[in-house]
């Protein structure tokens, strides 16, 4: 869900850096090839994680939820020399579309794809890390919070994508996904090892930074 007006986001679209090419294209491929394809954070969010990246400069970036890769190539464009962006996705079925736009992009030496449950991976990935993005199931955003934040180097930043789930977070009656989120929100405004802001960018964006 967007919050702003229709003219507003033409607005924002038009006076914002172009989408590239290659980007473009990975957005066209994946509402063609791939299953809901409005889960690609697509332009300008993309756009805004590549800057948060840009400005972090981090070594080692993880994203929870690679999808077709979108994200994951923005994130990889502030990568310090030497630093690698771990992406996990339980679904292996958009691998090699992955691949090819890693290829694509110049990053793909920078990117490592996981393919599995990332409850089960990120126990295994063994180094600190300074950026992560979590956009995977909402009913495990607690979890992966909580697998995560002992990885994480003071300063490091966590984006978390969909945390006002098209506004449905203010129904009294939530379902499901509605209440997981709304719990994390809560967990982690509470949580005294981070400061957190939620933005009103797309379907809401949480940053929490760690203390
Ligand atoms: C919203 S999409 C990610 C979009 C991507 N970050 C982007 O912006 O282009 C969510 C992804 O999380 C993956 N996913 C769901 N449950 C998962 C799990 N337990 N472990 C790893 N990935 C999971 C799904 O297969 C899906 O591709």
Redesign the pocket.
Known sequence: MDFLDQKLSNYIDQHSQEETPLLKSLSRE?HLKAL?PQ????HP??LF?SMISKMIKPKFVL??????????ICLAQGLIKGGHLHT????EE?HSLCLNYFKESGLDQFITQHI????N?IPKLDMSFDLI?I???KQ?YAVYFDLIIDKLNSGAIILV??VLWSGKILNDKKDKDTQAIHDFNRKVHLDSRVENLILPIRDGISILRVK
């Open positions: 994946t809901l889960m690609l954070s697509g969010q993309g994680l994203e929870v939820g690679t999808y077709t890769g979108y994200s994951a996990i996705d339980i679904n958009l599995g449950d990332a409850k991976i993005f956009d995977a199931d495990n994508d969909n």
